[in-house]
């Protein structure tokens, strides 16, 4: 009953855009930080951004810094991220995660989502 479910991605164009969902149900988003973490084939996941549950901790990583933003939504329970100006090396499965603290660390995240495809390519 407890679960994320990400949704958004997809095959597009260097420097091109996506928009990724994070839907909760089962407990609410508004009471935990909720990271986006990514794993490319052969590549270990890397946390990759995290927003608290005030919206007054927001942290990414360099290589998407500028061209990620997350944002959330309480009243439909779900958390975004919007990806603009895509390079191929963003190409990777990304996935939500749910967890108590502010941390880029994927050990303190308790729930997570099943992931999404992007894939940034010509």
């Known amino acids: 009953q407890v679960q994320l479910v990400e949704s958004g991605g997809g095959l597009v164009q260097p420097g091109g855009s996506l928009r990724l969902s994070c839907a909760a149900s089962?407990?609410?988003?508004?009471?935990?930080?909720i990271g986006w973490f990514r794993q490319a084939p052969g590549q270990e996941r890397e946390g990759i951004n995290f927003?608290?549950?005030?919206?007054?901790?927001?942290y990414y990583i360099d290589s998407v810094k500028g061209r990620f933003t997350v944002s959330r939504d309480n009243a439909e329970n779900t958390v975004y991220l919007q990806m603009n100006s895509l390079k191929p090396e963003d190409t990777a499965v990304y996935y939500c995660?749910?967890?108590?603290?502010?941390?880029?660390?994927?050990?303190?995240?308790?729930?997570w989502g099943q992931g999404t495809q992007v894939t940034v390519s010509s």
């Open positions: 995660a749910a967890g108590p603290v502010a941390t880029i660390l994927s050990d303190y995240y308790a729930v």
């Open positions: 927003i608290n549950n005030r919206d007054n901790d927001i």
């Open positions: 089962g407990f609410s988003l508004a009471n935990y930080v």
